[in-house]
């Protein structure tokens, strides 16, 4: 199995403020084959379920705002809130989907400092 | 608008047998492969299985491989789950999740449910 290891465990953020957090697989999730990085980013605010904000480690899902991005390849990867907005209060989630089982890291919490 | 509901969920005794449905709205469920996954409370998310577009193929987490049985019906655009041998370790919030792409079975997912809570306890 691909074991997707996430840091740091939480982080407080200023508003306004620039928030960024990682992710490590344990091989690489980019295919030889169309040279893509099978990695996506999901955040999951209290209560609610998963919402899916990057693929491919670095495509923005329609809608997400442009202050969310992601960067990296093979195995280490990084999300990036440019500017920490309330509402992206939640806990951030990588999931590799290069092959089953899929697996996700274990989280970033990111809080108002 | 694409939406997924879940339903079946309740108290169950650990070595019974409990069934999950999905039902789907809002897109061509035929064209889509779906998965289960699953979140213990105040854990992470856990992937629990995926079935492809007509129902023919399927991969399951080592975790369930063997208990959990995922099927869907695509005359009622119904996803299902079947649990068996229930364990206190299934116990999570079990979200059904669309494919992204309309391929026989996309790893990748984007529309979640809201999800139902399974709890094993005697």
């Known amino acids: 199995d691909i074991v997707m290891t996430q840091s740091p465990d939480s982080l407080a953020v200023s508003l306004g403020e620039r928030a960024a957090f990682n992710c490590k697989s344990s091989?690489?999730?980019?295919?030889?084959?169309?040279?893509?990085?099978?990695l996506a980013w999901f955040r999951q605010k209290p209560g609610q379920p998963p919402k899916m904000l990057i693929y491919?480690?670095?495509t923005r899902e329609s809608g997400v705002p442009d202050r969310f991005s992601g960067s990296g390849s093979g195995t280490d990867f990084t999300l990036t809130i440019s500017s920490l907005q309330a509402e992206d209060v939640a806990v951030y989630y990588c999931q590799q989907y290069y092959t089953h089982p899929l697996t996700f890291g274990g989280g970033t919490k990111v809080e108002i400092k | 608008q694409v939406q997924l509901a879940e339903s079946g969920g309740g108290v169950v005794q650990p070595g019974r047998s409990l069934r999950l449905s999905c039902a789907a709205s809002g897109f061509t469920f035929i064209n889509y492969g779906m998965h289960w996954f699953r979140q213990a409370p105040g854990k992470g998310l856990e992937w629990v299985a995926v079935i492809s577009y007509d129902g023919y193929s399927a991969y399951y987490a080592d975790s369930v491989q063997g208990r959990f049985t995922i099927s869907r019906d695509n005359y009622k655009n119904t996803l299902y789950l079947e649990m068996s041998s229930l364990r206190t370790e299934d116990t999570a919030v079990y979200y059904c999740?669309?494919?992204?792409?309309?391929?026989?079975?996309?790893?990748?997912?984007?529309?979640w449910g809201q999800g139902t809570m399974v709890t094993v306890s005697s």
């Open positions: 491919w480690a670095s």
């Open positions: 091989q690489s999730v980019l295919s030889s084959s169309n040279n893509k990085n099978y």
């Open positions: 999740a669309k494919g992204y792409w309309s391929d026989p079975m996309s790893f990748l997912v984007d529309i």
